[in-house]
């Protein structure tokens, strides 16, 4: 049975650490720093991009619903524009059913705001004046 005593010497229990590797040597911070490059900045909480922007997209296959979606899931928001799919209505009921189950696992909201625009937002955007903006035109 091993017997561990309490100490505040860290180097004296990497010393006497029965589970220590032989040739384990640890490294200090600035060796640490060479190895893996500068220290990068803290990255932004889950769901708060680092840059949302607004992004104006003309789908025109299902691939294109992928990236609308990634583009929400990044913390966009997407005025899509629809007309390019009223040719082939399978096509457009299929892009927009995909982007109703992106939002609803993401937590956002998609709305209709004219009868060619959609917006499909992140959850913590308010798109009220999105609407606005689109129904006074």
Do not use: C
């Not at 220290?39 to 294109?64: C, H, Q, S």
């Not at 209505?89 to 992106?102: D, E, F, I, K």
């Not at 993401?106 to 609407?131: Q, Y």
């Amino acid at each position: 049975m091993l017997k561990f005593k309490k100490t505040d010497n860290y180097e004296e229990i990497e010393e006497n650490d029965p589970f220590m590797d032989e040739g384990f040597e640890s490294m200090d911070a600035e060796a640490e720093d060479d190895v893996f490059g500068a220290p990068a900045e803290p990255a932004p909480a889950f769901g708060a991009p680092a840059t949302a922007a607004l992004k104006i997209v003309n789908p025109k296959e299902f691939k294109d619903a992928v990236e609308i979606a990634n583009l929400m899931m990044n913390g966009n928001t997407v005025l899509m524009n629809v007309e390019g799919l009223e040719k082939d209505p399978n096509l457009a009921l299929r892009v927009v059913s995909y982007l109703q189950g992106a939002v609803h696992v993401a937590g956002g909201v998609m709305t209709r705001v004219s009868k060619s625009t959609i917006v499909v937002a992140p959850k913590n955007v308010d798109v009220s004046s999105i609407e606005t903006m689109v129904s006074a035109d």
